[in-house]
């Protein structure tokens, strides 16, 4: 089976759940907006404009470095769409914690919808790395095959990105916001440096 | 017609169904998750975790289906494109019994919940039936001829699916719960054995 | 400019607005269910369903319409980029009327929202016209150069399918629940009376 | 790495965001059509109609020009798939301040909801920028290369709408309607008069 078609459901998903985290920026009721203005109404919402933003962003980089996995694949079967099916779910589940910690972030219980936020990153990740171990252990599936020292350095950087994210759940129990802007500063650093360099960059 | 657009749409279809099944994860209201902690409240919402895992896999596993029985499609008529279209209503569809069954399914009417959402899934299966017996039936569509036994037996297992199909509708009314875990097994046993085995294995 | 993008971007649309339409399909809240049973409370939805289910005939025998049609065109310039733009938004805004005749259907005023479910109609009809118009009016955009005659035989049954539309207006202040059998009826007529049909069967 | 699947994700991306918008035309309630009836309890609603209008309208365009643009691109690297990633946020964005825009409108704070929806535009404006100044910077990335000059005046071109759409913001403070209209206004403008004409014209 080609990966064409895998790649048009794939981007559909990730282009609709990027896109739905725009219904939770939420317009303020007319009531708030006429105690003190709606600039300072609007100022309010300021936890669901970052959440949005960095979710954004971590789905962008996602769909990225999908793409570039993709380019190395020459054909897909059965097991591998799956492993791309529990990715997309890790993906398109990702407007739910946004949700909770925007609506959260400024509670006591922050913490929780960090966590939960931070999890699904970790879920996310590992489903990547499920997807890619799937990939490289099928004869066949890639353009090239990979020598098994470059496989198995692909999955430990791939490993490493987990220990962050790990590392990001600890942290929603120190700071929920914090918490937030390393989700930010994570997907910028993915988006510029690759998860499969050594057996992408001269691939294409 | 070449098939290329039909995918497209088709493929339009199930990405924005499966990934609409977020809309209705919902967060606890603030004054729920104060009573007793949110780790709690978000615990309460398990039958909306539930019924989206399920049907996420039930879609994902029918859009592998059809992108499988779709790679032997030569050309589609507008028979074909409306069979099409009666199997995407019924995958469309998918979001409205999974909110009623994740609302109802510790109630005591769970199961006509779980009756409903049993049926969607039979006329999605008659649906599917429907739109294998058209393109099979139509000379031309196919790009290889199937021989009337292969077709007679790819028919009959799709009949069987019809019948576990037929039963969770009957175990519906002894335990909603048990309906929704038969379907996320049904779902994962119909994503490793293809519909197509005969037609499909020898064509990839 | 190649049509591929154009069919990319609209399929996207109607796959979109296709789905949309579920979200309407509303659960019924908890204490309604518990005064006569939740079998009572999802029957009294009826309107809901039967809204459903003729929209999304009419944006699925839309698009098989439009794909049909652009299976003619060679190549795209701006006006028609612009004129298949507005034929877009008329199926996109199908979703509002929908949930609009949905709510109103059994209530004194139903007429007025059948009329503008079916005003909505009409503007699409004269959408689809103008583009097909737009289309066949620039050399070169079509595979095969349409003979005059041809032309306005392919338009004057578009304009025959608005007089319907135009009736169907007339007939929302009689009877809405009328009106709504009506658009599920010609849905059903268009699917499988192709509107260009001298243009289009030898071509495929 | 090639455009098509750059292609795939914006065109979903625009086709999702243009169709969401019309989750927010309201149906009004029962209640309040009892009152003075149905055809003036929608007339009431003519803000959200007005909004969704331009708001389709400013995505669409946008989507020709984005289209329009990436016919010249031959190949896309990491910063050109991250400067498309901010220009998809701006645009994706774009049905919250149509939300706010039409819950304000007729608000004595619609300036405040005006000039937010100015300055997303400002923001897709200066993206839309940033990408086509990505694009051309980089060697390779172009199907033909841009003399400097042409380049220039390209961005010069760009920078002037970006001028029109800092004085929406101005606009936003003495008429929250006339700024409603004047951004309809320039996508009509900018659908028939290209934003890339030199470079375009000649190359399809």
């Known amino acids: 089976m080609r990966t064409s078609r895998l790649e048009a459901f794939s981007d559909g998903v990730f282009a609709i759940a990027i896109t739905l985290l725009v219904l939770d920026l939420a317009v303020p009721p007319l009531a708030e907006s006429?105690?003190?203005?709606?600039?300072?109404?609007?100022?309010?919402?300021?936890?669901?404009?970052?959440?949005?933003?960095?979710?954004?962003?971590?789905?962008?980089?996602?769909?990225?470095?999908?793409?570039?996995?993709?380019?190395?694949?020459?054909?897909v079967d059965r097991p591998i769409l799956f492993a791309n099916l529990v990715l997309l779910m890790t993906v398109s589940v990702i407007p739910f914690p946004t949700r909770l910690l925007a609506e959260y972030l400024l509670e006591p219980e922050a913490h929780v919808a960090a966590a939960v936020y931070s999890a699904t990153m970790l879920a996310m990740g590992a489903a990547f790395?499920?997807?890619?171990?799937?990939?490289?252990?099928?004869?066949?599936?890639?353009?090239?095959?990979?020598?098994?020292?470059?496989?198995?350095?692909?999955?430990?950087?791939?490993?490493?990105?987990?220990?962050?994210?790990?590392?990001?759940?600890?942290?929603?129990?120190?700071?929920?916001?914090?918490?937030?802007?390393?989700?930010?500063?994570?997907?910028?650093?993915?988006?510029?440096?690759?998860?499969?360099?050594?057996?992408?960059?001269?691939?294409?």
């Open 34 to 75: 006429e105690r003190d203005g709606l600039w300072a109404a609007l100022g309010r919402e300021w936890p669901s404009y970052f959440a949005y933003l960095v979710s954004f962003l971590v789905i962008g980089i996602i769909w990225i470095n999908h793409h570039t996995m993709l380019t190395l694949v020459e054909r």
């Open 129 to 204: 790395y499920a997807l890619w171990s799937t990939i490289t252990r099928r004869p066949g599936s890639l353009r090239r095959p990979l020598d098994p020292e470059t496989r198995r350095a692909t999955l430990r950087r791939f490993g490493a990105g987990q220990v962050l994210y790990a590392a990001a759940i600890g942290l929603s129990f120190v700071s929920a916001i914090a918490t937030l802007a390393l989700h930010g500063a994570l997907g910028i650093y993915y988006c510029f440096d690759q998860l499969t360099p050594s057996a992408g960059d001269d691939d294409r």
